[in-house]
């Protein structure tokens, strides 16, 4: 192995340090603690351990955190009106309704009705054309994330070739947004791209978010490349009934080719709830009118 380890455990843990210390001084500006309310519908076990991770890492940070479980066969009708009791509520600078939500509620719409300014997220429409046209809004946690390790490693990404694998609009688009952004030459690629790893081949970035195990090899990689693994697999162990945790990059054979790469556990994922921390105490200062310097988070 050759490839350096971007340690994305250690990276938010940083973060969410510098968003404790800016959360300490909105407590004392605004006389009340900044606060984010997280809405889990149904048992999803997955969602389960990731909702109670939300709300354990933003006390530790110094924040509020307000908890709504609904069961699984909660109406779209109900889950609307709490959105809309929550969008009301001035204690709460921040909205996340985990997903997936049960097959019978409507994404999109539930999305759409919390207050933009509220969505931390960063999945409203309003946010994604925010994204999308430069103008201050909220950015979708993991692509961040991933968009910090990236610059940490590699400084400026100005001018580098960059593939992400996957149009999702949770990871794939906004990522090639915000890569964009960053003046990198982006292609988007997916399950109906010929020739995948000719297309991977040329990239000094490369970003799989394609939800398929290991499926990026490394002769498929330009030798050198910064491997960005947004997969989160639990695949069949060795040992009888159990099972592992693999991203969408085959991580033996990438990190003899690549020249830095993000491990699965410990890479990209810890970055989705540190920068959910970040994006809650940035909307918490701008809903309150309490001004701060962003870029030092
Ligand atoms: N409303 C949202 N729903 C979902 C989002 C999101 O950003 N907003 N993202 C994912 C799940 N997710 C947070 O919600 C998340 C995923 C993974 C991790 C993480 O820390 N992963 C660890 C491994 C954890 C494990 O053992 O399973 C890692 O990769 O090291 C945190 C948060 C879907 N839903």
Known sequence: MSAQIIDGKAF??????????VAASFEAAA???????????????????YVRNKHKQTIACGME??????????SEANLLALVE????????????????????????????TINPDKDVDGFHVVNVGRLATGARGFVPCTPLGCVMLLKDK??????????VIGRSNIVGKP?????????????????????????????????????RPEMVKGDWLKPGATVIDVGINRVPAAEEGKTRLVGDVDFAS????AGAITPVPGGVGPMTIAVLLRNTIVAAHRNAGVAFDETTL
């Open 175 to 211: 990522m090639a947004q915000l890569l964009l952004a960053e003046s990198c030459t982006v292609t988007v690629a997916h399950s109906r791209t010929k020739d995948l790893p000719g297309v991977v081949r040329r990239a000094d970035i490369v970003v799989a978010a394609v939800g």
């Open 65 to 74: 955190s307000f908890e709504h479980k609904l069961p699984a066969e909660t």
């Open 12 to 21: 938010a843990a940083a973060l969410r340090e510098r968003v404790a210390g």
């Open 85 to 112: 009791q929550l969008n009301a509520d001035p204690a709460v600078d921040g909205i996340l309704v985990q997903l997936p939500l049960p097959s019978h509620m409507d994404e999109q719409k539930v999305i759409a």
């Open 254 to 257: 990438a990190s003899d080719v």
């Open 154 to 163: 590699l400084g400026s990404l100005s001018g580098l070739d960059a593939v």
């Open 31 to 49: 006389g009340r603690k900044a606060g984010l309310a997280v809405v889990l519908v149904g048992e999803d076990p997955a969602s389960q351990v």
